[in-house]
């Protein structure tokens, strides 16, 4: 695993629960209710992946496919300034496409493999949130297996283009606060477990008190289970 490189979150503590910060040739995913900071987390790795290697990022450009129509420059810029950056120049690297439904989704994900093969730079694929659109058009039982085979093959192109291209790649996926509600859908997770079919690190995200949130690693491979604190702050993520 030594060519696994890592972007940082802006929180030394995250960093620490993920093994240096978010990898390279894998697929993390960041489960959560409403608020807890997923789409936070996105925008803040999207700035840092473009800072140099002796501050935490891989000089990359970041793709970021926003599904619920959440992406904001604003944050962005604020983000960007904070860490002695140009904004403009930051946003001008961070490709931000709407997707409009599942297979608008699908059909992005199947072209950024021609457009990574030709432009090596970019190192980070954001998909937030992986499962709205997917949940909305495939809603009931009847549907769920047809749901789970489409889902699970856009989640192994996801793989494959970091495996491929050695980026990161961050998907989001919302879970309600009481999860039994959602008993028997699997992309719902119950105890704490996505049944995802597909290789990756897993990371809960909770509220706690004010700005601070707790992530916890689900099932990792190769890192501890475990717990830290993180804060989202008007200037990003930070410990
Ligand atoms: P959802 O599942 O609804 O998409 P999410 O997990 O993506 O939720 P975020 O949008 O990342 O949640 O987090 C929203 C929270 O981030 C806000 O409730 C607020 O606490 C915090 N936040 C957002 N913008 C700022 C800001 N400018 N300054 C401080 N905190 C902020
Ligand atoms: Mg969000």
Do not use: W
Request: with cysteine; glycine share 8%; hydrophobic share 40%.
């Amino acid at each position: 695993r030594a060519s696994v490189k890592k972007i940082t979150t802006g929180s030394q503590a995250l960093d620490g629960l993920l093994g240096g910060g978010i990898e390279t040739r894998t697929m993390t995913e960041l489960f959560g209710e409403f608020g807890s900071g997923k789409t936070q987390i996105c925008h803040q790795v999207s700035v840092n992946v473009q800072l140099p290697p002796e501050k935490g990022g891989l000089s990359g450009k970041a793709l970021y496919i926003d599904t619920e129509g959440t992406f904001r420059t604003e944050r962005i810029k604020a983000m960007a300034s904070a860490l002695g950056l140009e904004p403009k120049d930051v946003l001008q690297n961070i490709m931000s496409i709407r997707a409009i439904n599942t297979d608008h989704q699908i059909a992005i994900v199947e072209e950024l493999q021609d457009i990574i093969a030709k432009d090596n730079t970019i190192k980070l694929v954001v998909v937030d949130s992986i499962t709205s659109h997917f949940r909305a058009e495939y809603s009931g039982r009847e549907n769920l297996a047809v749901r789970q085979q489409k889902l699970n093959r856009h989640l192994h192109q996801l793989v494959r283009l970091a495996e491929i291209y050695d980026l990161a790649v961050i998907v989001t996926n919302q879970v309600m606060a009481r999860p039994d509600m959602f008993y028997g859908d699997p992309t719902v997770a119950v105890g704490g477990h996505t049944l995802y079919h597909v290789p990756g690190i897993r990371v809960q995200i909770k509220k706690s008190r004010g700005n601070r949130r707790i992530a916890r690693m689900v099932d990792a491979p190769h890192l501890p289970e475990g717990e830290v604190v993180f804060s989202i702050t008007n200037t990003g993520i930070r410990d």
